[in-house]
């Protein structure tokens, strides 16, 4: 292993200094391989490691590509693990949310376009007087996501979006056995777009502090 991280840390290297672009081919194998003073199979394996993370891409019969680098793309193998975690832990994953969101609602409620405020008025407009829980919730997330993507920040974006797994099955669950999820959920809602669309952004912060810190709540004493 410790010639494998060896080998991705000269390739890592090699990225960051501008020599392997976003997007750029890598020399022919042997070639890096001899360039790096690396045995061709250690710097398989750290190509097999980069591409697992999306650093690398590897094309059959066309060669190996550096990704675009995406904040988004580098931060899906985060969601890969992150969607292995259990009730049990989906709790540290709230808690987090509560720090990223309402700093995220605040950006949006700064740099939303105008058009983008209306869109995301839309998105509650859409879901219907008695919408199922699978309605609900995906309502719940497209609304969370239009906002994470309004903050301007796609790390941020990101890594809220690599939130969502384990905390959708919460929300389901809290949709199928608390009184008046759907109410609060609308209302909550309802005053985080008023505050973005009003550009206050502390009070969009609040209140998106509010929604999630009541899910974080209600979760704490079902799991309790």
């Not at 988004?72 to 975690?85: E, G, Y």
């Amino acid at each position: 292993m410790a010639v494998t991280d060896a080998a991705i840390d000269k390739i890592k290297q090699m990225i960051l200094s501008g020599e392997l672009a976003p997007g750029s081919r890598l020399p022919k194998e042997a070639d890096l391989a001899d360039r790096l003073g690396l045995s061709r199979n250690s710097l398989r394996e750290a190509v097999r490691a980069l591409a697992l993370i999306n650093v690398l891409d590897v094309r059959q019969g066309d060669g190996t590509y550096v990704t675009s680098l995406e904040p988004r793309l580098l931060l899906d193998a985060m969601s890969f693990v992150v969607d292995f975690h259990q009730d049990d832990t989906v709790l540290q994953f709230f808690q987090v949310r509560r720090i990223l969101e309402p700093a995220a609602t605040a950006m949006a409620a700064t740099y939303m376009s105008e058009s983008e405020v209306a869109e995301l008025r839309k998105i509650l407009d859409e879901l219907p007087p008695d919408p199922s829980v699978e309605q609900l919730v995906a309502n719940d997330l497209e609304f969370h996501q239009r906002i994470a993507a309004g903050s301007g920040n796609a790390v941020l974006c990101s890594l809220i979006e690599s939130l969502s797994g384990p905390t959708t099955r919460a929300r389901i669950w809290r949709g199928l056995t608390q009184e008046n999820a759907l109410e609060k959920t609308r209302e909550q809602h309802t005053a985080i777009c008023d505050a973005i669309a009003a550009r206050q952004p502390e009070v969009a912060r609040a209140w998106a502090t509010v929604h999630i810190a009541g899910v974080e709540e209600w979760l704490r004493s079902a799991l309790a």
